[in-house]
């Protein structure tokens, strides 16, 4: 058990507009409304490399997208800061992200994926699956017990 202290940023990231994609922003928009304390929300639509600027603010950030495939109801994995040459000014990788933080601000933030199990990714529309939305909730559900006071066991 990793207790887990500080200021914790969350970035839900993906498209809303392309159904279960959106389950990034799903999940900051219901961090947002638990308004826990020392815990400050964004959504974006993909990371970019000025999200590692406002990441070495914090002492924990964590990334939150929607999986094509994987664990069932979401994903909790420690990331592993890396300087990938391979990035984007348009898309970055979160190790990406965390690894700028580290090498360009000297941060020593601490960096969590947190990867919601999504099933309809193929077509537009502006909703989550009913499975999708099953596994939103426990996801947020897992965020508000890990970030409630700042401490928590690391795992679902």
């Known amino acids: 058990m ?19 994609d959106g389950l990034g922003p799903a999940l900051a928009a219901a961090v947002r409304e638990m308004a826990l304390e020392r815990v400050t929300v964004e959504s974006s639509y ?29 994903c909790w994995e420690p990331l592993t800061p890396t300087m990938d040459a391979a990035f984007s000014t348009h898309s970055v990788a979160p190790a990406t992200v965390l690894g700028l933080a580290q090498h360009l601000f000297q941060a020593t933030t601490e960096g969590y994926i947190l990867g919601i199990r999504g099933y309809t990714f193929d077509d537009f529309g502006e909703h989550l699956s009913p499975r999708a939305q099953e596994n939103l909730a426990a996801a947020a559900a897992f965020f508000q017990a890990t970030f409630q006071n700042q401490q928590c066991k690391v795992g679902p």
Do not use: C, M, S, W
């Not at 990793?2 to 279960?20: A, E, F, K, Q």
């Not at 990371?47 to 664990?71: C, M, P, R, T």
């Open 2 to 20: 990793t207790p887990l202290h500080g200021n914790v940023l969350l970035i839900g990231y993906g498209n809303p507009g392309r159904l279960d």
């Open 46 to 74: 993909q990371l970019a490399v000025e999200h590692a600027e406002q990441a070495a603010h914090y002492d924990v950030v964590v990334f939150a997208d929607a999986a094509v495939k994987g664990a069932e109801p979401f």
